[in-house]
C-alpha cells in the first residue's frame, strides 16, 4: 500500500472514529417488527457495542437496510468501523450488504495479504491495515458482526410477516 494510500485510509478512520455516523444515545437495545438488534462485546479488549438494524420490504422488492443505529464504546478502530458501516449500509439490499460484509471479514483475515475492493468496501477499505495487526482484528469486525446478526433476525422477522 502506498503511503498517500494509507495516510487517506487513516484520516478517514481518525475522522469517523470522532464524527460518528448513526452513533445515538438512545437505547437501541429493543427491536421492533422490522428490524433486529445484536449486542456484541470483545472480552479482548473491552470493546461493546448494541447494533439496531431496521430493514424495509417492498412487495415485489429485495428488502433493503433502512437504518443502522447503534452506541457502544470501544477504541477508535472499532467506533470507527460502526461509524462507516452505519453510513453505508442505509439503502442496501441485504444481498449486497452480505457481499460487502463477506469481502471486509476476507480482507480483515488476510493479514494484510488481500487488497482491499474499494469499489465493494468504498469506505471501509480504509480497515485494510488493520489486518495486519491480529489484536485489531476483532475491534474492527465488532459492529459489522453484530450489524450481521441484527440483518438476519430483522429478515426473519420480515419473512413471517
Not at 478512520?13 to 437495545?29: A, C, N, P
Not at 480483515?108 to 475492493?117: F, I, K, M, T
Request: charged share 25%; net charge negative; aromatic share 4%.
Amino acid at each position: 500500500m502506498s503511503a498517500e494510500l494509507d495516510q487517506l485510509y487513516q484520516t478517514i478512520i481518525l475522522e469517523h472514529s470522532h464524527k460518528r455516523s448513526g452513533e445515538t444515545d438512545q437505547d437501541v437495545s429493543s427491536a421492533g417488527e422490522r428490524s433486529g438488534v445484536s449486542h456484541q462485546y470483545n472480552p479482548t479488549c473491552g470493546d461493546e457495542i448494541t447494533v439496531r438494524v431496521a430493514v424495509a420490504v417492498t412487495e415485489g422488492e429485495n428488502p433493503t437496510v433502512e437504518a443502522v443505529e447503534w452506541n457502544g464504546e470501544g477504541c477508535s478502530i472499532s467506533m470507527a468501523a460502526a461509524s462507516v458501516l452505519s453510513d453505508m449500509a442505509p439503502g442496501m439490499s441485504l444481498s449486497e450488504l452480505g457481499k460487502m460484509i463477506e469481502h471486509f471479514r476476507e480482507m480483515l483475515r488476510s493479514r494484510g495479504q488481500v487488497a482491499p475492493d474499494e469499489e465493494i468496501l468504498g469506505d471501509a477499505a480504509a480497515f485494510a491495515g488493520v489486518s495486519k495487526f491480529v489484536a485489531r482484528v476483532k475491534c474492527a469486525m465488532l459492529s459489522w458482526v453484530a450489524v450481521e446478526d441484527a440483518v438476519n433476525q430483522a429478515a426473519s422477522k420480515a419473512r413471517a410477516n
